[in-house]
T-cell receptor, first 111, second 113 residues
């Protein structure tokens, strides 16, 4: 089955700096890659997603890039703010409704 | 929309007891997923339903776990008998067949003593 690896496990940045989280996947049939943000005591919430026919997608301060050849995708957060502090999960899916999640990255934005 | 609703939010029980977790998906969503989240294994899919029918239960850890969806607005995940290693946060998620996006509930934090 699909295997998704996520790095780093923890990331600490200064407010205003950029943060980058990277994921790799193993199944070349995967074609949908969502990113979820999980705040303490809450369920994961979708923040951005990308499909395999697109190399990059941006939504305000958040962007995701996908390299199908290398089987990796990344989340970029610019101008980080304290409210960006949370655990971020990447996931990969072949479109058959099963998401395979990475192990998560705990982002701490220091004011 | 109220989003996915789960109850209870917290459950503490003793080993050997039966535990029932409940989920109400977003109205109009025809897929429902049960996930378990632990520090060791992360987020893992246990089972999912489409139109109230279980499609894939390959993630259910063992026979002690069972899930039902008697109608489009309600699902249960039951553990009988419960064991300390079942302690985790259990999430329910739902989606429509038209899109890939899954919407997660707030989770049930289960502690089995």
């Amino acid at each position: 089955g699909e295997n998704v690896e996520q790095h780093p496990s923890t990331l600490s940045v200064q407010e205003g700096d950029s943060a980058v989280i990277k994921c790799t996947y193993s199944d070349s049939a995967s074609n949908y890659f969502p990113w979820y943000k999980q705040e303490l005591g809450k369920g994961p919430q979708l923040i951005i997603d990308i499909r395999s026919n697109v190399g990059e997608k941006k939504d305000q301060r958040i962007a995701v890039t996908l390299n199908k050849t290398a089987k990796h995708f990344s989340l970029h957060i610019t101008e980080t703010q304290p409210e960006d502090s949370a655990v971020y999960f990447c996931a990969a899916s072949t479109g058959l409704n099963k998401f395979y999640f990475g192990s998560g990255t705990k982002l701490n934005v220091k004011p | 929309d109220a989003g996915v609703i789960q109850s209870p939010r917290h459950e503490v029980t003793e080993m050997g007891q039966e535990v029932t977790l409940r989920c109400k998906p977003i109205s109009g969503h025809d897929y429902l997923f049960w996930y378990r989240q632990t520090m060791m294994r992360g987020l893992e899919l246990l089972i999912y339903f489409n139109n109230n029918v279980p499609i894939d239960d390959s993630g259910m850890p063992e026979d002690r776990f069972s899930a039902k969806m008697p109608n489009a607005s309600f699902s249960t995940l039951k553990i009988q008998p419960s064991e300390p290693r079942d302690s985790a946060v259990y999430f329910c998620a739902s989606k429509t067949g038209m899109k890939e996006t899954q919407y997660f509930g707030p989770g049930t934090r289960l502690l089995v003593l």
